[in-house]
């Protein structure tokens, strides 16, 4: 009894495999692919002696994941055959519960259960002993930036593998490339610190040894070993191995770590003539704590310690905290103060600001014209404190202005031009807003006015709707009030324009 169906390989998962193996499409060997479900695992291999009876099987090309599942419990018969044209294809059996797995990941057991005489609490354990592993391997890092690293590459389900088996017979598939220290610590993080040797296939070999399929390896333990290498770091090649060489490293001389890393900070700051004291702010160390994903100070000083933070990294990030809370504390301490009432030196004048703009009782504040309605002199003014800009100057009709909450209305500050239109040689941005019938010829005679009034003009955009009317928004330069009413003026005699207005937020 037996379900077949078919698959053909998608291109991108063709072109991953090519690049990760480094192959050609021609070595590609299941570019379409013939899928066997039966009940149980001897229908599996029944099933592999008849195909192999019907067709002729490409040598090296059998894979058994039933006897040696996949790191992520994937489990299924693979074998490429040649076809009746010589076309090779590859053949997957596997029972029903394999195949859920394979489709919906492990978390399918949770529903189905095989049926079998395995005890199902054994046959779980089995399936979530890699969860676990990433549960360990979270509770025990300070750093989630790697945790978050190391999940991505122990996930790379795609990996090429070797099978290795233990003195006892239990198979441990590792990485390809992995060694005898990778080894000891998929046994136990405990056989790994202990480690002072190992013997393959009955023979020494030495730590940096490459194990291959079917070899089997040996780990000599000693309770005098000194823990593990900074050198092996460089060896191991499963994440797992590297992870908890790590670990060792971190628990073992967390407090020398501690010490280390304070004494790197206080020599950074001294090269830097930094100050210190004066950024060991909690705030400031809180933030450094978020943005590198640390409990504590004291874990954040390790990282640095053990090299796994600059002490730049660090120092910069609390640099830029104090930046900007004294940026914070001028315009919101200061400028508010004064707003409030309180004397300037010179009581009953207004200090001098940029751009022909006084503000009551504020001096050597960043004063700005507000973009959403382009003040000019003769126009009515009002000034908006800002966080950490200075002062925005709007319009009196301004939208924004208008529209402002109770709170925001309270950081308005008085504010008005220092010289009049006549006085200034300064020119300033506005923008207006023409509305008219639309014809050929139009946009001409406009722009005519502002030729013979010899203004030049920053920007226009032209719209039309379906029922004949044209806006014409435009931006130019001018000296105040008295000249935008003079050139409004001279728009509203040419032919079809309706109405000028001007943009106020």
Not at 177 to 183: A, K, V, Y
Request: glycine share 6%; charged share 30%; hydrophobic share 35%.
């Amino acid at each position: 009894k037996a379900e077949i169906d078919g698959r053909v390989k998608h291109l991108f998962s063709i072109y991953k495999k090519m690049v990760n193996q480094n192959k050609t499409i021609d070595q590609i060997y299941d570019l379409f692919a013939v899928r066997i479900k039966v009940d149980t695992v001897k229908d599996c291999y029944a099933a592999l002696g008849i195909i192999h009876e019907m067709y002729k099987p490409i040598p090296g090309r059998f894979k058994d994941y039933i006897a040696m599942p996949k790191q992520n419990m994937y489990q299924s018969l693979h074998t490429t055959l040649i076809g009746p044209e010589g076309h090779p294809f590859e053949i997957q059996i596997r029972t029903f519960e394999m195949h859920r797995v394979a489709e919906y990941g492990i978390a399918a057991h949770w529903k189905y259960k095989e049926n079998n005489n395995t005890p199902g609490l054994n046959k779980e354990e089995e399936k979530l002993s890699w969860l676990r592993e990433i549960l360990e391997w979270q509770r025990d890092m300070d750093d989630n930036k790697e945790f978050l690293s190391l999940l991505k590459t122990n996930l790379d389900l795609f990996a090429e593998q070797v099978y290795c088996f233990t003195p006892n017979g239990d198979v441990k598939n590792l990485a390809n490339g992995s060694t005898p220290i990778d080894f000891a610590y998929s046994i136990h993080s405990a056989v790994g610190n202990k480690m002072v040797g190992a013997r393959v296939n009955g023979k020494q070999v030495p730590f940096e040894y490459k194990l291959q399929n079917g070899d089997r390896v040996e780990i000599i333990t000693s309770q005098n070993s000194k823990g593990p290498s900074r050198d092996w770091l460089n060896l191991v090649k499963t994440t797992q191995a590297r992870s908890k060489i790590n670990q060792w490293f971190k628990h073992q001389f967390k407090e020398e770590n501690i010490v280390k890393g304070k004494e790197l900070l206080e020599k950074y700051c001294k090269s830097k003539s930094i100050n210190l004291p004066k950024l060991m702010k909690p705030e400031y160390i809180k933030k450094v704590e978020l943005k590198y994903g640390f409990k504590d100070w004291d874990s954040v000083c390790a990282a640095v310690g053990h090299g796994g933070l600059k002490e730049g990294q660090v120092i910069n990030k609390m640099l830029s905290e104090d930046r900007k809370r004294q940026k914070k504390e001028i315009t919101d301490e200061q400028i508010l103060a004064k707003t409030q009432g309180e004397p300037s030196a010179d009581k009953g004048t207004v200090e001098k600001s940029k751009g022909g703009i006084v503000v009551q009782g504020v001096n050597d504040v960043s004063v700005r014209f507000s973009k959403c309605c382009n003040p000019v002199p003769g126009d009515e003014i009002v000034g908006f404190i800002t966080r950490g800009r200075g002062i925005s100057i709007h319009r009196t009709d301004c939208a924004n202005v208008l529209n402002m909450s109770e709170l925001d209305r309270s950081r308005l500050i008085e504010a008005e031009w220092q010289v009049s239109e006549e006085e200034t040689n300064q020119t300033y941005t506005t923008e207006i807003n023409i509305y008219a019938d639309n014809r050929k010829g139009l946009l001409a005679d406009v722009s005519k006015i502002f030729l013979e009034l010899d203004i030049d003009i920053i920007t226009i955009n032209v719209s039309n709707n379906k029922k004949g009317r044209a806006t014409l928004s435009m931006s130019f330069d001018i000296t105040g009030v008295s000249q935008l009413n003079r050139i409004i003026s001279k728009i509203r005699s040419v032919e079809g324009v309706i109405d000028i207005e001007r943009t106020a937020g």
